[in-house]
């Protein structure tokens, strides 16, 4: 069920590397912080697609079209809630479009099950990064804490999975740290009322170990390595859930 850790590369230093640009870019503002995750998640939908040139059977969503329709829903989130639904909505409908166009273009016959793929190749990156860019427009705290969950989760999971047989290790491992920073969070955020860090300690607990794995259903060959995709997977459902219930309780 859940993915096996990929231990090729400088790892440490990539997740330190990560960590850093992420917490400095929410600092400097939402614009950065949007250029930011929607150039990893246009790299991951582009990634994401090519995986399926060596599925079986082999299947040809539009990489180029997905990049381009991640980007504009990453940046789309710097709107209002209404401009940023309009625009995720047009640029799913212009990717679908466009993988539509390219395969006339080259004398073929538009597959369906292409089409879709190219879409929700886009889909996955772009909901793991709208959230949090959504938040962020609105101030720093709650931002700052969905992303804290997120990492100190892949740093959990990662260190303990790498090194064991049980794959239910690193999420468990994972979710410890989420507990950690749920306890800092209660304790010294004062925009976390009440029994709001709790709940949204325990919402985080829950979706950011299924996050890979629901990544992972949009990964044709998952042999083939989709790292920027994997920088984002915990937040696929993370991201956007967590985000919707933080704004509902008011943090």
């Not at 399926?52 to 040809?60: D, E, L, M």
């Not at 989130?77 to 395969?103: C, K, M, N, R, Y």
Request: proline share 9%; with cysteine.
């Amino acid at each position: 069920m859940f993915p096996e850790p990929d231990l090729r590369g400088p790892k440490i230093t990539l997740g330190l590397a990560w960590a850093v640009a992420v917490g400095l870019s929410l600092v400097v503002g939402p614009v950065l912080f949007a250029l930011l995750l929607g150039t990893v998640a246009a790299l991951a939908a582009s990634q994401t697609a090519r995986t399926w040139r060596r599925a079986r059977p082999p299947r040809a969503p539009l990489a180029p079209a997905a990049l381009a329709a991640t980007a504009v829903v990453a940046l789309g989130a710097l709107l209002p809630t209404p401009g940023f639904v309009a625009v995720a909505v047009l640029a799913a409908i212009g990717a679908a479009a466009w993988a539509v166009s390219d395969a006339v273009h080259h004398g073929g016959r538009p597959a369906p099950v292409d089409v879709l793929l190219t879409v929700a190749c886009a889909a996955v990156p772009a909901a793991a990064v709208a959230g949090p860019i959504l938040l962020r427009r609105h101030g720093l705290e709650s931002a700052l804490v969905l992303m804290a969950y997120a990492l100190v989760y892949d740093a959990g999971s990662w260190t303990m999975g790498s090194g064991s047989r049980h794959r239910w290790l690193g999420p468990l491992a994972g979710i410890a740290c989420i507990g950690s920073v749920t306890i800092a969070v209660a304790a010294f955020a004062p925009q976390f009322r009440g029994n709001s860090p709790w709940e949204l300690g325990v919402l985080a607990a829950v979706l950011a170990p299924l996050g890979p794995p629901a990544a992972s259903l949009v990964v044709g060959d998952r042999r083939v390595p989709v790292r920027a995709l994997r920088r984002l997977d915990s937040l696929v459902l993370l991201g956007p859930i967590w985000a919707i219930a933080a704004s509902r309780i008011g943090v």
